[in-house]
């Protein structure tokens, strides 16, 4: 983690909100580097999440009068307003970054928080981690572009419920049979329910099957009397 926009992304990543990010002007820094940690190899924030910067290192511009030394007054203040302008910078530092794909990302997560896409996702949003959310938007805008939505939900389910498998019924093509492998809780109720309402067309009938399978004829493994659900 060299810049502070590193420090952004590995909150994301620790699932740290970056709000609750503070950053400081560091006391003590090398010339050739925006963040102050101690030791040079650490990969995780520290536990205050407090970071230390070099603000000279690209801000010394904006900074320099404000942090003289000889500048002793409203302490306080400035740290706030150091810590406030840091985190701005760092947000222009990812948006400049941005490709075209992470930038629609932002604007869909942004309506879904609004309730563009109705009340029960902007809630049922929050049961997914930083990563699902990812998974979730790649697959609406490819869904946006393709239209293509079967292939989509599988690849969606897949990188949320593992070991899980879908199956089409013999009898009916809209009919879908889903075997989750988890005890159901209302947690996962809801991102199930996530995924099926956004990538599955709304005429397609869906059963889900928590941790016990359906059992199928020939198969012995599936029909275990007490691992079944019967029909």
Known sequence: MNYIWDILLKADKQNILRENIKFVPAKVYSPYMEIAFEDLNANSLPSDNTIEI???????????????????????????????????LAEIDLMQGLCKNEYYKKIIMKDIRNGSFGYELSENINEFNKKEIDY????????YVTGE???LFNKIIRKT???NIVYISNDHNKKLL???????????????D???????PINMDVTIYWDK???????????KLDGIVIN
Request: without cysteine.
């Open 178 to 192: 889903i075997y989750l492998a988890k005890s159901k809780t209302q947690k996962l109720k809801r991102k199930i």
């Open 213 to 223: 399978h359906f059992g199928i004829v020939g198969i012995d493994k599936t029909m």
């Open 149 to 151: 939505s079967l292939h």
């Open 136 to 143: 979730l938007l790649s697959g609406l805008i490819t869904l």
């Open 54 to 88: 070099n603000a000279y290192y690209r801000f010394q511009h904006i900074f320099g009068e404000l942090l003289d030394v000889n500048f002793d007054e409203s302490k306080e203040l400035i740290e706030t307003f150091f810590d406030i302008v840091i985190h701005f």
């Open 161 to 163: 419920f593992t070991n």
């Open 194 to 200: 996530v995924i099926i309402n956004l990538f599955l």
